[in-house]
């Protein structure tokens, strides 16, 4: 009997996303964004959040994140346990990057079906997946590429070290990276690279800085809806 000693199987596991349609009319299929949640957070959380920088005229779809943790500081009396959600922390990272592709892949796909425009899908991320976002942009699983990408206090694939030409889909991105001067986890130091390794693989990328600790800025969520307006539709 030939029993291999490990194996790897796939599951089929809940993906639970919040839709929020067009809060104006719009002629045609609306321009999509789909936005993902940072580690511990949920869905109904980033849709609060995203609405405050998403145009008016988007399809925006809030997922949640398929594996469960207890989010912090809701772990111990007296405060009541709460459950938050993440993209994986496995340590094989293509295990965590093969859970983001699925979720952004099934996520597209649903906005296509109920209406979105395939050839305008916009990603904004917040944290965790921001560098998720990043490299499965380079190879978009809808086929077309996304029209622009928001990045909000997260990183860039730890293996982009030198400057690469990316690919013709990133290069038709434009990108958003916003950081925060007081980001305990993306220091000003470390992400003072983040810009100019972006610029060599996606279209046009702009690296906001503001004040602040690891959260969305409200101070960045106006340029964040122009840069969306213009580069999204």
Known sequence: MDIPPEATLTLEVPFRLLAV????????????????????????????????FTPPGFLLISVEGPHTTLAPGTDAPPAE???????GVSPRPQENRATHRKAVTAAVAWAIEHGGDPARVSLAGFSQPCSFNYRVALDP????P???????CGGIPGEWKEPSPGTPASQA???????????????????????????ARFGDVTHLTC??????????NEEIRRFLALRGV
């Open 21 to 52: 349609p067009p809060r104006e009319e719009v002629s045609g299929p609306p321009p999509v964004l789909v936005c993902l949640h940072g580690y511990a957070m949920d869905a109904e959380t980033m849709k609060g959040l995203a609405l405050r």
């Open 81 to 87: 346990p709460k459950l938050g959600f993440h993209w």
């Open 141 to 144: 699983p809808h086929g077309r």
């Open 146 to 152: 996304f029209r622009a990408l928001v990045a909000v």
């Open 173 to 199: 991105a434009a990108v958003l990276h916003v950081s925060t001067k007081e980001d305990p986890y993306y220091s000003m130091e470390r992400a003072a690279p983040f810009r100019e390794r972006l610029a």
């Open 211 to 220: 004040d602040g600790g690891h959260r969305i800025p409200s101070a960045a």
